[in-house]
């Protein structure tokens, strides 16, 4: 089970799951229990970007587990956590920086038909995802299936509009990702970032951004750097992985994640910048790697 597929799967999910645990499939091969207590501390961090990890891609522990290592390595917040899970980084001291939204990958706000179910779900998350202290939620734009690219914007925007007022009085800001469509999800919309920077201006609400991904975006477009710098002001959320292959930010891929980071936080950003990559190895350590990577 992917991320997208998960995120799909917790929406739908009854809120009696225990919240210890973070997926119901079996665990990515490579990850490992959080290692034993007597292992040396982290290294003391310079901390000017913060930084959050992505639960599903670490499914083969539980939520807990994941929290306790996430803060052991230096990172103040797990994410991409459904209602039922939304108050469980808070029991160790760190945060969600991401809450999911409402809607999956391919069905998304670009089709007027799913508005009125998205809308009635995002104003009942919404409420939920303040009240937990979470800034963010995310949403997509769901695949084109033979709908022109204007057409889905204006859709987009058209469904949007419609919970911003309530996202900005709840302080909570809807973000939406953009993603590959040419490896990992194909026919998606929101696949440019010119595309989703043009959404933005259509939403016209300080309460609509974009979640730009660094992975899907390299796969795209390629230069990282002078998108980020340009655009910086459209982007609420950053996330990383190593390409190719989506795993760790080692030296078997072609990113300069601290390059990258050091543009991120040259633009004078306070967000988060959160790690999505499938760890090879042990888990703690490949965490605690790309922590150290982008800890400019």
């Given at each position: 089970?992917?991320?997208?597929?998960?995120v799909?799967?917790?929406?739908?999910?009854?809120?009696?799951?225990?919240?210890?645990?973070?997926?119901?499939?079996?665990?990515?091969r490579?990850?490992?229990?959080?290692?034993?207590?007597?292992?040396?501390?982290?290294?003391?961090?310079?901390?000017?970007?913060?930084?959050?990890?992505?639960?599903?891609?670490?499914?083969?522990?539980?939520?807990?587990?994941?929290?306790?290592?996430?803060?052991?390595?230096?990172i103040?917040?797990?994410?991409?956590?459904?209602?039922?899970?939304?108050?469980?980084?808070?029991k160790?001291?760190?945060?969600?920086?991401?809450?999911?939204?409402?809607?999956?990958?391919?069905?998304?706000?670009?089709?007027?038909?799913?508005?009125?179910?998205?809308?009635?779900?995002?104003?009942?998350?919404?409420?939920?995802?303040?009240?937990?202290?979470?800034?963010?939620?995310?949403?997509?734009?769901?695949?084109?299936?033979?709908l022109?690219?204007?057409?889905?914007?204006?859709?987009?925007?058209?469904?949007?509009?419609?919970?911003?007022p309530?996202?900005?009085?709840?302080?909570?800001?809807?973000?939406?990702?953009?993603?590959?469509?040419?490896?990992?999800?194909?026919?998606?919309?929101?696949?440019?970032?010119?595309?989703?920077?043009?959404?933005?201006?259509?939403?016209?609400?300080?309460?609509?951004?974009?979640?730009y991904?660094?992975?899907?975006?390299?796969?795209?477009?390629?230069?990282?750097?002078?998108?980020?710098?340009?655009?910086?002001?459209?982007?609420?959320?950053?996330?990383?992985?190593?390409?190719?292959?989506?795993?760790?930010l080692?030296?078997?891929?072609?990113?300069?994640?601290?390059?990258?980071?050091?543009?991120?936080?040259?633009?004078?950003?306070?967000?988060?910048l959160?790690?999505?990559?499938?760890?090879?190895?042990?888990?703690?350590?490949?965490?605690a790697?790309?922590?150290?990577?982008?800890d400019?």
């Amino acid at each position: 089970m992917d991320r997208r597929s998960f995120v799909h799967a917790g929406l739908a999910a009854s809120t009696a799951a225990a919240l210890g645990g973070i997926s119901q499939g079996a665990a990515p091969r490579s990850v490992h229990a959080p290692a034993a207590p007597q292992q040396e501390p982290s290294p003391a961090r310079r901390g000017r970007i913060r930084q959050s990890v992505c639960a599903w891609c670490f499914g083969g522990m539980s939520l807990d587990e994941l929290c306790e290592m996430a803060k052991d390595v230096g990172i103040g917040s797990v994410e991409l956590l459904s209602e039922d899970q939304l108050r469980v980084p808070a029991k160790h001291g760190i945060t969600c920086a991401v809450a999911n939204g409402p809607g999956g990958i391919t069905k998304g706000w670009n089709r007027i038909e799913n508005h009125d179910e998205l809308v009635a779900k995002s104003e009942a998350l919404l409420p939920k995802v303040a009240a937990a202290g979470i800034p963010q939620m995310i949403v997509f734009s769901g695949n084109r299936a033979g709908l022109p690219d204007a057409e889905g914007l204006k859709n987009c925007a058209i469904g949007l509009r419609r919970i911003t007022p309530l996202a900005d009085k709840c302080g909570v800001t809807v973000i939406m990702e953009l993603l590959n469509s040419k490896v990992d999800h194909g026919d998606y919309m929101c696949d440019r970032t010119a595309w989703g920077v043009e959404l933005c201006k259509a939403v016209g609400s300080d309460r609509f951004k974009l979640l730009y991904d660094i992975y899907h975006m390299q796969i795209m477009e390629g230069d990282v750097i002078r998108t980020i710098r340009e655009n910086h002001q459209y982007l609420a959320h950053y996330h990383t992985a190593g390409n190719p292959g989506r795993s760790n930010l080692d030296d078997t891929q072609e990113l300069n994640y601290k390059g990258i980071t050091e543009a991120i936080v040259a633009t004078g950003f306070k967000g988060w910048l959160a790690q999505e990559f499938m760890p090879r190895g042990d888990a703690r350590t490949a965490l605690a790697a790309a922590v150290r990577i982008c800890d400019v």
